[in-house]
């Protein structure tokens, strides 16, 4: 083998060890896989921030992060992961009336492309009523869970300057969790938040009240490449955590 072979041979070993494994979750057919997305920001609230500051000048973020992650675990499973898609529909509503676009019919279409059962919400209560309740949680267990939106270290935020600039009307504190039937999930169950700040408190909460480890951003996570179909990742100085 020569030098240069060998040089490339071990940037290749190091690139794939250093790569992020996604595809984690015990993929039962006979279980459900829950994905989250929770709303953008409007450009109106955005607009009152330095440029530098602005959040989700794209609608997009967490629908196409949620459609790329289907991807991955439909591919993953060949096709027989049964995914659950919940969307929070005000925060849509009421970007598409700002950006006059029909984005309602956009995250339909990727229900009907992927053939996920697509729920829409309002609050987040109606999230832990989906995971109790949804299914019958005594022969359809819960085996992943992720989340793609906003958040901080102590909540998930589903609809963050929608309402009014930097603020949240609809949301799932950690206190909040104690609600949830931790039956529901499937032993080895998956759980992610691809938010900002969750590995700070909320995974923590939301592992001693499931039993269910979940993956969480210490620090900041970013959506900058959503846009070529990469999934989030932790800003410098930060990393995932549990």
């Not at 997305?37 to 794209?58: K, V």
């Amino acid at each position: 083998m020569s030098f240069r072979l060998f040089l490339l041979t071990l940037l290749v070993f190091v690139t794939t060890l250093a790569a992020p494994q996604t595809v984690e979750a015990a993929l039962n057919p006979n279980d459900e896989y829950i994905i989250v997305s929770g709303g953008p920001a409007l450009q109106y609230w955005e607009g009152y921030r330095r440029e530098a500051h602005r959040h989700d000048r794209w609608w997009g973020n967490f629908v196409r992060t949620a459609r790329f992650r289907i991807e991955q675990l439909k591919k993953a499973s060949n096709d027989a992961v049964n995914i659950t898609w919940l969307v929070y529909r005000p925060g849509y509503e009421s970007r598409a009336a700002e950006d006059g676009q029909p984005l309602i019919s956009h995250i339909e279409s990727v229900r009907d492309k992927y053939g996920v059962n697509l729920v829409w919400f309002n609050q987040g209560e109606e999230v832990i009523h989906y995971i109790n309740n949804g299914q019958n949680r005594n022969a359809i267990k819960v085996s992943g869970f992720e989340f793609f939106g906003h958040s901080n270290k102590y909540c998930l935020v589903f609809d963050y300057s929608n309402h009014i600039l930097g603020a949240s009307r609809s949301f799932l504190h950690q206190g909040d969790l104690k609600q949830i039937n931790r039956k529901a999930f499937a032993k080895g169950a998956y759980a992610k938040s691809w938010g900002c700040h969750s590995g700070e408190s909320f995974s923590q909460e939301f592992r001693r009240v499931t039993g269910v480890k979940m993956i969480g951003a210490i620090g900041k996570t970013d959506y900058s490449e959503t846009y070529k179909g990469i999934l989030p990742f932790v800003s410098n100085g930060g990393r995932w955590g549990s």
